[in-house]
């Protein structure tokens, strides 16, 4: 992966960052968007005392992912062996996280590589017309997001969600959801170079993250299936395998890049943490 920068942090004794290593790990990240860290001195239920380094607020994760940790952000990657495309972490939502973490405790040689796509690079090898498509037309997702309680005496009630392109939002108290509409562009824009970067859900869509309830376009019709199928041949191109090892830690640009897994083997004994950056302090 030709933009994945290493650095190795055997030489830290203490759990610590000084400030001169906070700027060059934010300065590194900003410039490739993906960072490797190896050989960390943080325990695995200490991680987010790395991270927080690096954030102002963390995301609040779905509730299919387990906790790991009490007191933590720190939860699992989806449960399962099964493969996951491509995709944004939380893209269809307003609440879409800039960095998302991954920390290696153990993986064997059964265990899936992490695959993932540069949506800078990807957005570069589209054609003109399907670039044109997607700068003018915004997608709506229709959302269904599991709240942590619920109460069968209580009747639908509708909410105001002051997000730009949010509507329709109510919570259904018997179910414990809430729905609600976001119409969004997905392509970002980079705050330091305006570099688009083509990162998002496309790929996944209702078929895979069940918080989708349906994808489409303002006017209520599918995005051409020709389109669909020219990001996925091109993303496929692009994606790189991310090998684990053990006490490995990734900071990636959820902006930029998309990220899914293989398949992998049953009796494997993979195990990768994760935590969201909803807002960084960069």
């Avoid at 609440?95 to 990807?122: Q, R």
Wanted: glycine residues 4%.
């Amino acid at each position: 992966m030709k933009n994945l920068a290493k650095i190795d942090m055997v030489k830290k004794v203490k759990c610590q960052l000084s400030n001169t290593e906070i700027k060059n790990i934010n300065k590194v990240f900003s410039n490739c968007g993906i960072i490797e860290f190896s050989n960390l001195p943080w325990k695995k239920d200490q991680i987010q005392n790395f991270t927080d380094y690096f954030t102002t607020k963390y995301s609040n994760d779905a509730k299919r992912r387990e906790k790991k940790f009490k007191k933590t952000n720190i939860n699992s990657v989806d449960i399962g062996f099964n493969e996951i495309p491509l995709h944004s972490e939380a893209s269809f939502s307003y609440a879409y996280p800039e960095i998302i973490w991954f920390y290696c405790y153990e993986n064997d040689e059964e265990g899936s590589p992490t695959t993932i796509c540069d949506g800078k690079e990807l957005w570069g090898k589209l054609e003109k017309k399907t670039k044109e498509f997607f700068l003018k037309n915004p997608v709506k997702f229709s959302l269904e997001i599991e709240i942590p309680y619920k109460d069968k005496k209580k009747s639908n009630q509708e909410m105001l969600i002051e997000q730009p392109g949010v509507s329709n939002a109510y919570i259904n108290w018997s179910k414990g959801t809430l729905s609600f509409i976001y119409t969004k562009f997905i392509i970002n824009i980079d705050k330091l170079t305006d570099s688009i970067f083509f990162a998002n859900h496309l790929l996944i869509g209702p078929r895979l993250e069940k918080q989708i309830k349906n994808m489409t376009l303002i006017d209520g019709s599918n995005i051409p299936s020709d389109i669909i199928q020219e990001v996925k041949f091109k993303s496929d191109d692009l994606t790189k395998e991310y090998i684990w090892e053990k006490n490995n830690l990734l900071m990636l640009n959820n902006k930029r890049f998309m990220h899914g897994r293989k398949k992998y083997a049953k009796s494997s004994k993979r195990e990768i943490l994760n935590l969201q950056s909803l807002k960084i302090n960069f």
